[in-house]
């Protein structure tokens, strides 16, 4: 069963999804919204602390827990979310060194960028699995699946001056 909840938050409407075992997804406007056909609205225990952890950080505070994530991808995709984990409020990574820590971790020489931007980019939980903390090399700002604006927004609200980034063209 899915359980779904509509968050407000200064950036738009969110829809968290969960099942028994934690959050499932976390939507922004402006990325497309899936439910399964079985769902439910209702407050499980996992998007009661989902709420918290949006309501600290939209207060412009830190969270300082995870809230019970049910995160279901590829093990590369596991590997890669696991380090998006963390990173810390407020800091930036490109792709490039986080392919340089899974490269490293694996006891290889190299790892490619671009696959680490497509485990990335099919994060379910951004915001508390913090895809938006991502930048291409020279502080390109690069693809975000919700929109470069919601990925702006999050990084000013994590108290980043966003003159000091490439937009894309």
């Not at 996992?46 to 019970?68: C, H, K, M, R």
């Not at 596991?78 to 899974?102: C, F, H, N, R």
């Not at 390109?140 to 966003?162: M, P, R, V, W």
């Amino acid at each position: 069963m899915q359980y779904i909840h509509y968050y407000e938050s200064p950036i738009g409407q969110i829809l968290l999804t969960a099942d028994e075992q934690g959050l499932t997804d976390l939507m922004l406007q402006g990325e497309p919204w899936t439910l399964a056909a079985d769902h439910s609205e209702k407050a499980t225990p996992a998007i009661i602390e989902s709420v918290q952890w949006l309501d600290i950080y939209f207060s412009g505070n830190i969270p300082d827990f995870t809230p019970p994530l049910h995160l279901t991808g590829s093990p590369f995709q596991m590997e890669v979310w696991e380090l998006l984990l963390k990173i810390p409020y407020g800091s930036i990574t490109t792709y490039g060194d986080l392919a340089k820590q899974i490269a490293q971790q694996r006891g290889i020489s190299r790892m490619s960028a671009q696959a680490v931007g497509g485990a990335v980019g099919s994060n379910p939980v951004s915001i508390i699995v913090p895809c938006h903390r991502i930048v291409g090399t020279n502080g390109n700002l690069t693809g975000f699946a919700s929109g470069l604006d919601n990925k702006i927004a999050l990084l000013k609200q994590e108290g980043h001056d966003i003159s000091k980034f490439s937009m894309p063209r």
